[in-house]
């Protein structure tokens, strides 16, 4: 998805149901990396599920925020 900020990406995160244990927002940010490819700019995020510790990757499109 496409994002103008940080807070968009902080917003979706916090709206993602846990796919293991099923419950809303408990993915927490671990860690955040750029990344730079010929079509564009991306955000992938790295986070954790603060109850199940279920890992999961968000990839968010921020091409044009720079
Ligand atoms: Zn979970």
Redesign the pocket.
Not at 38 to 52: L, R
């Given at each position: 998805m496409k994002v103008k900020g940080i807070a968009d990406e902080y917003e979706f995160i916090r709206d993602q149901l846990?796919e293991?244990?099923g419950?809303k927002g408990?993915y927490k940010m671990q860690k955040q990396t750029l990344a730079e490819s010929y079509v564009g700019m991306f955000d992938i995020v790295e986070c954790a599920?603060s109850?199940?510790g279920?890992q999961k990757d968000f990839l968010f499109d921020v091409t044009g925020m720079f």
């Amino acid at each position: 998805m496409k994002v103008k900020g940080i807070a968009d990406e902080y917003e979706f995160i916090r709206d993602q149901l846990c796919e293991n244990c099923g419950l809303k927002g408990t993915y927490k940010m671990q860690k955040q990396t750029l990344a730079e490819s010929y079509v564009g700019m991306f955000d992938i995020v790295e986070c954790a599920c603060s109850e199940c510790g279920d890992q999961k990757d968000f990839l968010f499109d921020v091409t044009g925020m720079f």
